[in-house]
Nanobody, 124 residues
Framework: VQLQASGGGLVQAGGSLRLSCAVS????????VGWFRQAPGKEREFVAA????????YYADFMKGRFAVSRDNAKNTVYLQLDNLRPEDTAIYYC??????????????????WGQGTLVTVSS
């Protein structure tokens, strides 16, 4: 199973990026998909997730409506739209898939397969 994240880069504060995560080796329709991020010197933290069935979405409190997660099962790809970026959003963003349930949807334990990450840098 491979998850290839892309779309990161350098952007000014207030700007936008769209991250993609192309999955091979598994059909994502049966999996929950999560996005996490890790800033230098900090632990990996939950950003957003979308359930396998029903497509319900979950978000970390800090993003306050600035981010949006989506999935395209036909393309076996998931997306994370990042808007109104702030310098504190600078981090490596990781996508992951797994059989997460409600109690684990926002935890690394809820996911089995991880991508290599894509770096997002927001300048002030």
């Amino acid at each position: 199973v491979q998850l290839q994240a892309s779309g990161g880069g350098l952007v000014q504060a207030g700007g936008s990026l769209r991250l993609s995560c192309a999955v091979s080796g598994r059909t994502i329709s049966g999996y929950s998909v999560g996005w996490f991020r890790q800033a230098p010197g900090k632990e990996r933290e939950f950003v957003a997730a979308i359930k396998a069935s029903g497509g319900r979405t979950y978000y970390a409190d800090f993003m306050k409506g600035r981010f949006a997660v989506s999935r395209d099962n036909a393309k076996n790809t998931v997306y994370l739209q990042l808007d109104n970026l702030r310098p504190e959003d600078t981090a490596i963003y990781y996508c992951a898939i797994g059989r997460a349930i409600l109690s684990t949807i926002a935890t690394v334990e809820g996911y089995t397969y991880w991508g290599q990450g894509t770096l997002v840098t927001v300048s002030s």
